[in-house]
């Protein structure tokens, strides 16, 4: 179980840039903050989130006179997988696959891991039950999204994107995800994620049905 959270939350773009600075050894919330360009309270929040996972862990430094420092670890469970070979190996694997099965064959394999993704939705369920269902699976897939709502739309926005290395070269990884969110819904979804920030965020808009 440890190793499944680790895997959701790794994905996400700025905790897996503190896990990855926290792998080279332990660093105090000031020489994150470096690192990241964050505000204090900002890597504390992601912080406490890897804490609560089990992911990482609070030590105290101790430099002679003054206050010591707390530093913040990896734990054993964490150190075991490797953030950045998640995005080689899928980026490495997306290339290869249209490379040689070519694009209209690439489609059809992402639609159908979207198809799967999804999985069985009972479309006579009410809306708000479909989207409580929609989000709780954004969830398990690392994509931690807050609802807006709009006259004809509800705005789905993520602060951070599980796959922030990845959206940019491979946009279609956007609209992936996308069509799950629409198979689960039963509506139209469109994509209006931030891919050129240095972060990418999720942002998708999905059409209200009449009887909302």
């Given at each position: 179980m440890a190793h499944n959270r680790w895997f959701r939350r790794?994905?996400?773009?700025t905790r897996g840039q503190i896990a990855a600075r926290l792998r080279s050894g332990p660093a105090?919330?000031?020489e994150l903050v470096q690192v990241l360009g964050?505000?204090?309270n900002a890597v504390r929040v992601h912080l406490a989130a890897l804490e609560r996972d089990g992911l990482v862990e609070q030590d105290i430094r101790r430099q002679g006179v003054g206050k010591p420092a707390h530093v913040y670890r990896l734990t054993v469970d964490a150190t075991s997988l490797s953030p950045k070979a998640y995005d080689l190996v899928l980026g490495t694997l997306l290339d290869a696959?249209?490379?040689s099965a070519g694009e209209a064959a690439y489609n059809a394999s992402l639609d159908a891991v979207a198809r799967r993704l999804a999985g069985s939705v009972d479309n006579d369920a009410p809306f708000e039950t479909r989207l409580a269902g929609t989000l709780d699976l954004l969830a398990a897939l690392g994509a931690d999204v807050t609802v807006e709502r709009r006259e004809d739309s509800i705005?789905?926005?993520?602060?951070?994107?599980?796959?922030?290395?990845?959206v940019g070269p491979h946009p279609e990884l956007c609209r992936l995800l996308a069509s799950v969110i629409a198979r689960r819904l039963g509506v139209e979804v469109a994509d209006c994620c931030q891919r050129a920030s240095e972060?990418?965020?999720c942002h998708f808009r999905a059409r209200l049905p009449s009887a909302a």
């Open positions: 790794i994905l996400a773009g105090t919330i000031s964050l505000s204090a696959v249209r490379e705005e789905l926005l993520g602060s951070d994107c599980p796959l922030a290395k990845l972060l990418p965020h």
